[in-house]
C-alpha cells in the first residue's frame, strides 16, 4: 500500500495523485494539515515536504513527485 503525504494545495501532489489514478494503483491520503499525519511526516522523512510517499510493501520512502513516479512506475507497472 503506498501512503502518500499531501496537501491540496500542492501541484505536485496533484501529479502524483493523477498518475496513482491513472495507473490504478492503490494507495491512502494523508492530509499534513492534521496534525497527525504532520507529526508522522515529520518523524519518518525529517521534513516538511510534500509529496512524501511511504510503501508499506517494500518500506521505501521518497520525496520528489518525478522520483516518486519513476519508482511507482518500476515497482507497480
Do not use: A
Not at 10 to 30: A, G, Q, R, T, W
Request: charged content about 30%; aromatic content about 12%.
Amino acid at each position: 500500500m503506498i501512503n502518500l503525504y499531501y496537501l491540496t494545495t500542492c501541484p505536485y501532489c496533484k501529479k502524483v495523485i493523477d498518475f496513482l489514478n491513472e495507473k490504478n494503483i492503490e494507495y491512502k491520503l494523508l492530509d499534513i494539515n492534521e496534525e497527525e499525519h504532520f507529526n508522522k511526516l515529520l518523524k519518518i522523512g525529517k521534513k516538511r515536504q510534500v509529496p512524501f510517499i511511504v510503501d508499506t510493501n517494500t518500506g521505501m520512502v521518497m520525496y520528489e513527485s518525478n522520483d516518486i513516479i519513476k519508482y511507482l512506475t518500476k515497482e507497480y507497472l
